[in-house]
């Protein structure tokens, strides 16, 4: 067991195959599993600065495509409710809201602990995809970006 761990680290090692690690670890922390992709994109930043955009595009689009998944989560999980229950789910006021502010609540999808379901929850609530993958590409780009350029000047080479 501890030689396939060993194995998956020498390949995910962030010199080697930074972008595609980064790529990976940003997809995965934005499924409701908890992980964090902003070490990745740092750490990969602070050894090869040249690397500051493609890394920032590159953690966007896995957080992005991990974003998209939830959705997809989200939106089976309410047909697998009606499926069950024969009717649908009921709307809470946190809900409404949310409806309410439609797609655009995806912008939103870059915060902490909340961000995450926010993506599934819009897949339930069956919001429309596209408008809801674009506005959350959107707060994750933004995010990496500010998050990444804040971390170099706090930690300066």
Not at 39 to 47: N, W
């Amino acid at each position: 067991m501890e030689a396939w761990i060993d194995s998956l680290l020498v390949l995910l090692a962030l010199p080697k195959f930074g972008l595609s690690t980064v790529f990976l670890v940003s997809l995965i922390s934005a499924t409701l599993l908890p992980l964090g992709s902003e070490p990745a994109v740092f750490g990969l930043v602070k050894l090869n600065p040249a690397l500051f955009w493609p890394a920032v595009l590159t953690a966007t689009a896995g957080n992005t495509v991990g974003g998209a998944i939830s959705w997809w989560m989200g939106y089976g999980a309410e047909k697998a409710y009606e499926h069950v229950t024969h009717h649908a789910a009921v709307d809470h006021r946190a809900l409404a809201m949310l409806r309410r502010f439609g797609a655009k609540a995806c912008l939103l999808s870059w915060l902490p602990i909340v961000g995450d379901p926010l993506c599934a929850v819009a897949g339930w609530l069956k919001l429309p995809f596209w408008p809801c993958l674009l506005y959350m590409a959107i707060g994750k780009f933004a995010r990496y970006l500010v998050m990444t350029a804040a971390l170099l000047w706090v930690f300066p080479a």
